[in-house]
């Protein structure tokens, strides 16, 4: 099967493509420029601005699956104006929408946001794209996943375990949802399926609800040591676990997150037994692991 991804040489198109290489599917990588990556070099890739017609009709063409992930959102650094946000968001995602009608191609893969919704103009932009996919859908009767993702975008290493139990997600999780989204897709699974793409910590409610004064505690029957590692290295701990039903993630996608709060636990406990300096990493998902 030859998947498209557009947005590929971002953060989450990399790490998309890699987890659609190892699964086995024939890649096409779209962007504006090449992704420098030495181990994607091997993967087609063609210039496309999403907001270029031409350019994205030769991208589509030819391919069994599209993913779409090209976006400019409000957090990108450095900024870019909310014209630009609208245009590649929105025009961006009706070219690609018509381009796959187009070509035939009936397996898509969207990437909404968690910032859905009507107090910014990035969130406008997913309100609109996962409208003009259900709209798509009605016409072609094509296979369509709207995913809501949490919020990947790198962060210094100790950070991102705190954002975990808010709105963070492991890049490694984001890639594996949409590689089997795709792959549900293809198998026709569903006609239209939107659902949020976030951590599942397996905490009992009464810890979600009150995390920051019986998590430490619960983190330390999962963990031994927790307690010590969150005081060493001042996790900031929420009042409240942000955390969602996936469950319908797992029964159409057969997908759910892997890597939660007590597995980067897990993870710095060991960085710690072996004395590593921890406070000028990145996500671990840019880290080998450590030996065991």
Not at 206 to 233: M, T
Request: aromatic share 8%; charged share 25%; hydrophobic share 40%.
């Amino acid at each position: 099967m030859r998947i498209l991804v557009t947005g590929a040489s971002g953060n989450g198109g990399q790490a998309v493509c890699r987890a659609l290489k190892q699964a086995g599917y024939d890649v096409r990588m779209a962007d504006v420029m090449p992704s420098s990556a030495e181990d994607l070099k091997t993967l087609e890739f063609v210039r496309c601005d999403t907001r270029t017609v031409s350019d994205v009709r030769q991208a589509v063409k030819g391919m069994d699956g599209v993913i779409h992930l090209a976006a400019w959102h409000c957090a990108h650094n450095p900024p870019v104006s909310d014209d630009t946000i609208f245009a590649v968001n929105v025009d961006g995602t009706y070219n690609v929408l018509e381009a796959c009608r187009q070509e035939g191609v009936k397996a898509i893969v969207y990437a909404s946001s968690m910032a859905y919704g009507w107090w910014s103009v990035y969130g406008v932009t997913k309100v609109i794209g996962e409208d003009l996919c259900k709209t798509y859908q009605n016409m072609t009767g094509a296979s369509i996943a709207m995913l809501r993702y949490h919020e990947f975008i790198p962060r210094p290493y100790l950070e991102f375990g705190s954002r975990l139990l808010q709105n963070g997600i492991d890049r490694r999780d984001v890639a594996a949802a949409t590689v089997a989204a795709i792959r549900a897709a293809l198998d026709r699974r569903f006609e239209l399926f939107q659902t949020v793409i976030h951590t599942n910590h397996g905490m009992p409610s009464e810890v979600v609800k009150d995390f920051r004064n019986k998590g430490p505690a619960w983190c330390e029957s999962q963990v031994e040591g927790a307690q010590a590692l969150i005081e060493k290295y001042k996790l900031v701990l929420p009042n409240q676990v942000e955390q969602h039903d996936l469950s319908e993630a797992e029964r159409l996608l057969d997908w759910k997150p892997r890597i939660g709060f007590i597995e980067f636990l897990c993870d710095l406990k060991l960085r710690d037994e072996q004395g590593l300096d921890v406070h000028e990493l990145f996500i671990p998902s840019e880290l080998p692991e450590v030996q065991k």
